[in-house]
């Protein structure tokens, strides 16, 4: 398994829990807001490891992750959702 093919495995993986969720009559918001919780605990994980903390330059370079990783991502839903429309 290549890279990208593992970032989605991991994504997917990500989405069935928020789903599995959901099912438990979990509003959205909540799932969507601890999802994001939990990413930045481990974004910051990953950056300064257990007993680190983030300066405010590093918590500028997640939030510039954050954005390019959002903003990608909808430039894909739209060019989907225009496909859609096509058909």
């Not at 993986?13 to 928020?18: G, N, R, T």
């Not at 954050?66 to 096509?86: C, D, I, M, S």
């Amino acid at each position: 398994m290549n890279d990208q093919e593992k970032h989605m495995y991991c994504t997917n993986k990500f989405i069935e829990l928020a789903n599995e969720l959901k099912k438990e009559d979990i509003d959205i918001s909540m799932v969507s807001g601890s999802l994001m919780t939990a990413s930045c605990i481990y974004a910051t994980y990953v950056a300064a490891g257990n007993n680190g903390a983030l300066e405010s330059s590093g918590i500028d370079k997640v939030i510039q992750m954050y954005r390019r990783t959002l903003e990608h991502h909808q430039t894909l839903k739209k060019a989907q959702l225009q496909g859609q429309a096509k058909n």
